[in-house]
């Protein structure tokens, strides 16, 4: 369940990353206007709104499901002792950063194996983006000043 959800993370961001990457200040004001107006009435809206969508950036969807595939398996793939010093340490300064730079995603807490967290972010950004966005920033200020034997505890 873990790895799926992963996937499905790496997906989405390669998605947003992709898709705002050109103009992203203009592109994802845009967005947020435009998701904030959007009301599903049943699931068929929700099922046109995928497919014009995708329609309309095949090339992006594309591009991120053959990235999703060797970054997720890369991901699936890392052994190791989880409490070890060094990898408490890695972990620690990849949490950091994205909680920084994707944390309005929730994607640190789906790194850190916090996935109801990771929902909840992803909740909280459709509702109030600004709150979720200083939300995260103060994880990462959180990670940032702890020590590894905090973080270890903690996660």
């Known amino acids: 369940m873990r790895n799926i959800a ?9 998605l947003v990353a992709l ?4 103009k992203l200040g203009v592109e994802l004001f845009s967005w947020l206007s435009h998701l904030t107006g959007l009301v599903f009435h049943n699931l068929q809206d929700v099922a046109d709104a995928v497919q014009h969508y995708v329609g309309e950036n095949w090339g992006k969807v594309l591009i991120a ?11 699936s793939r890392q052994n190791g002792d989880k409490n070890s010093p060094r990898t408490v340490q ?4 990849m949490a950091i950063f994205l909680a920084f730079f994707l944390g309005w995603l929730g994607i640190h807490r789906f790194y850190l194996g916090q996935i109801g967290w990771g929902f909840v972010y992803i909740i909280l950004f459709y509702l ?3 709150l979720v966005i ?3 920033w103060i994880d990462a200020l959180r990670y940032l000043l702890m020590s590894d034997e905090d973080f ?3 996660i």
């Open 19 to 22: 898709s705002f990457g050109e």
């Open 152 to 154: 270890a505890l903690r």
């Open 6 to 14: 992963l996937a499905i993370g790496v997906f989405i961001v390669l």
């Open 90 to 93: 890695s972990r620690r300064k």
């Open 128 to 130: 109030f983006a600004p």
């Open 134 to 136: 200083l939300v995260s």
């Open 65 to 75: 499901l053959v990235l999703t595939i060797p970054i997720s398996y890369w991901i």
